[in-house]
């Protein structure tokens, strides 16, 4: 009997050593709208900032007013903790001298990085402006030398003409002055790996660091992956099948895929991942946990 649990020892060690690989980990949280909502995200912050990540992001909605609940959280969240945060920014639907205020306004209060994106095009004709990434860039570029990631699509952009038109939009973002890409999320590791080879084949140089969403609710997945035109393998579809009500199991099945990807690209020299968290601790803390990943010191956010 000792004999068998010794060699399971040795197995569960093989593993831990598999596992504790260095690698950078980042999140991606969204503006709270309501007391609740509140709570859980600094919960969230909370447990995930014991784990020393390189940065966290904040997004920003469709709507030019959702800049001020991007900016008032990505400020308490730096003054409360000390992270890195980057708040996302989108030039659809404002003016130039807005854009100019609002990287003026992030600069001078010491937010030097940021993940620039064109954004959604609102449910109506009279936008204020139609500008492309690559040129909101440019104009960051002009304000501060920003630290400027930008959004990568190994499946293809929902609005993009096809691969190749793609590629090249993100070589305009990147020869702008971005340092570096950020998937959307993806679960087809094969895609990611050979949209990685296309980037170097066409010159882009900079790091494509991969989005990882872990799974809780297949049923949401499913509808995430429809707007966004991701990729929801075969095996994905059989293996949550009859799960859509029971999130426990759901859970435990989305943290091994995740981990299983993480472990695989890390063998593929990947050494940066930024999970999209919507705004749930769980599942990302017990990930990069079990990945090796395990708080530096514990605190509270007073």
């Known amino acids: 009997m000792s004999d068998y649990y010794t060699d399971q020892q040795k197995k569960l060690s093989k593993v831990e050593l598999k596992f504790n690989k260095k690698f950078n980990i980042s999140f991606e949280f969204f503006p709270p709208r309501n007391k609740e909502m509140e709570e859980t995200l600094w919960k969230s912050i909370n447990f995930l900032s014991q784990l020393k990540p390189k940065f966290v992001s904040v997004t920003h909605g469709a709507n030019s007013g959702e800049n001020r609940l991007t900016y008032s959280i990505t400020k308490d969240i730096k003054d409360r903790t000390g992270l890195e945060v980057v708040p996302h920014l989108t030039c659809i639907n404002y003016t130039r001298n807005e854009l100019i205020n609002i990287a003026n306004n992030y600069w001078n209060n010491g937010i030097c990085k940021i993940i620039a994106l064109r954004g959604d095009l609102p449910n109506k004709k009279n936008i204020k402006t139609n500008m492309y990434c690559y040129e909101l860039i440019a104009l960051l570029k002009k304000v501060g030398d920003f630290d400027i990631s930008v959004a990568a699509y190994p499946e293809v952009h929902p609005e993009a003409k096809n691969a190749q038109a793609d590629l090249l939009n993100l ?32 010159g882009i140089d900079v790091e494509i660091v991969p989005g990882i969403l872990p799974v809780s609710n297949f049923k949401q997945l499913r509808h995430f992956a429809k707007i966004s035109k991701v990729q929801i393998p075969l095996w994905m579809y059989e293996i949550f099948n009859g799960l859509d009500n029971d999130f426990e199991t759901c859970k435990m099945i989305g943290a091994h895929i995740a981990m299983n990807m993480v472990e695989i690209l890390s063998n593929e020299g990947v050494k940066d991942f930024h999970f999209y968290t919507l705004n749930r601790y769980e599942m990302s803390y017990s990930i990069c946990h079990t990945l090796g990943i395990k708080p530096h010191k514990l605190f509270s956010i007073q």
Do not use: M, P, S
Not at 171 to 200: P, S
């Open 171 to 202: 070589k305009c973002k990147i020869d702008a002055g971005a340092n570096r890409a950020i998937t959307q999320f993806f679960f087809n590791i094969e895609h990611y790996l050979r949209f990685r080879d296309r980037c170097v084949a066409v």
